[in-house]
Nanobody, 120 residues
Framework: QVQLVESGGGLVQPGGSLRLSCAAS????????MSWYRQAPGKERELVAR????????NYADSVKGRFTISRDNAKNMLYLQMNSLVPEDTAVYYC?????????????WGQGTQVTVSS
């Protein structure tokens, strides 16, 4: 019954903004790190941003530093990605990811993705 449901994607012009949301259910959200990944056509999936289980500690890909902000609301089981100053290179399917280490391996949950297209 684990679910991660992304929303908020769409078509936006260069320089515009979007806020992505991820609604989580079926697991202990506050025990997991959360991440946003993206995958453009013909390219590998890349990590965009991640945030610690309690929030606060965040990391960003160099390509989005200063433009994107990841946040979470553990009381609402929600993850967000605020994207500003968008450029065409940001065009991709964006995926919500929940993860933690279990023994010597990772446990990962993935959403279905939401399309972000930056184009004039």
């Amino acid at each position: 019954q684990v679910q991660l449901v992304e929303s908020g994607g769409g078509l936006v012009q260069p320089g515009g903004s979007l806020r992505l949301s991820c609604a989580a259910s079926g697991f202990t959200f506050s025990s997991y790190y959360m991440s946003w990944y993206r995958q453009a056509p013909g390219k590998e999936r890349e990590l965009v941003a991640r945030i610690a289980d309690a929030g606060g500690l965040t990391n960003y890909a160099d390509s989005v530093k200063g433009r994107f902000t990841i946040s979470r609301d553990n009381a609402k089981n929600m993850l967000y990605l605020q994207m500003n100053s968008l450029v065409p290179e940001d065009t991709a399917v964006y995926y919500c990811n929940a993860w933690r280490y279990v023994s010597i391996s990772r446990r990962d949950y993935w959403g279905q993705g939401t399309q972000v297209t930056v184009s004039s």
